[in-house]
């Protein structure tokens, strides 16, 4: 058993469903502060919902004031979803069990294989490196499955706060397809969702002169609303979509007509596009169809995106080098912290093993990419300092 295994074993076995940490984080924290690193947990949340966060940090032996070293940051959660039925899975999701070569247990595959070789992989390059240029640290939280508001976000406001500075961020997300290291995440799109309440004049349906359907009034403008081009996207990523995700109006009766409308909706953006500018746009075609609503936004997050550089590049050739992969950019999928670690840090990708299984009844993971993942981060350390 390799070291990685090893701890990505232990991992699993401490069950840690969101917000719980259940001494993830104290485990990785007792491994890093003989290297040097320098833990802090910082807490966040309501009694009911503690979230516990983990900032380490070790500062290069070279850094100083007028020479500081760059930083590079492995970010990852240590919560992982709810199992699901019991009785569904083939062995106890906190029982590390290997079937047929692979690892079983939730978390394998997200995340906790990759907090496992973000640990093994310092060690060994601090091995090797003592003296590095390279300041290191790992930002881990236990509220990433989660509403993910007491999380990697308070972090990075207080790291801001404190003039922090972060140069480089790996987050361990498992974005690969088939084998480690075939497909990282060079950006994510942007989240918006908005509910918009559409005011009509409830009546019998046999007098409809009487009333006002705000279904019918609405029609015209959801018919224009779904078939705008928001914007045409970029080379990084795909056109901006508007999605309705429900619509709900009505007493039940079969004949009244209701006298309010519901609509829930979410815009996936890309950079090409901003909050205000998808605000203004559609406020625009409500107010042209003489429409009288309200709306309620929330911002989920903003799209970010690091184009091939020194992070990338590095990312690149260390795939090359540790799986003989011409890894693929992708900026496809949901969100993930590095939509908050981005505001802080200007180059961010994401990089972890084969996400087939994650979040389902008998997540797992291949033995076989448990090491190449640990020596492919190690790589990037290695040639971050070339």
Known sequence: MTRTLALTEELIALASPTPQDAGCQALIASRLAPLGFVCETMLSGPENFRVSNLWAKRVSTRSNASQPGKLLVFAGHTDVVPTGPLTQWTSDPFVPTHRDGKLYGRGASDMKTSLAAFVVAIEEFLAQQ????????????SDEEGPSVDGTVVVCERLKARGEVLDFCIVGEPTSVTRTGD?????RRGTMSGKLTVQGVQGHIAYPHLAKNPIHLFAPAMAELTGIVWDKGNDFFPPTTWQISNIHAGTGASN????????????R????STPQSLQ????AVLEKHGLTYSLDWVINGLPFLTTPGTLVNAVRQAIRDEAGLETELSTTGGTSDGRF?????????ELGPPNASIHKIDEHIAVADIEPLKNIY???????CA
Request: a negative charge.
């Open 280 to 283: 203004q746009t559609l406020i």
């Open 183 to 187: 497909m990282i995440k060079n950006g």
């Open 256 to 267: 009244v007509i209701p006298g309010q409308l519901i609509v829930d909706f979410n815009f």
């Open 269 to 272: 953006f890309c950079t090409e």
């Open 378 to 384: 190690r790589r990037v350390m290695e040639n971050l």
């Open 130 to 141: 003592p003296d590095t240029p390279l300041s290191l640290a790992l930002l881990l939280t």
């Open 341 to 349: 670690i981005s505001q802080i840090c200007p180059e961010v990708i």
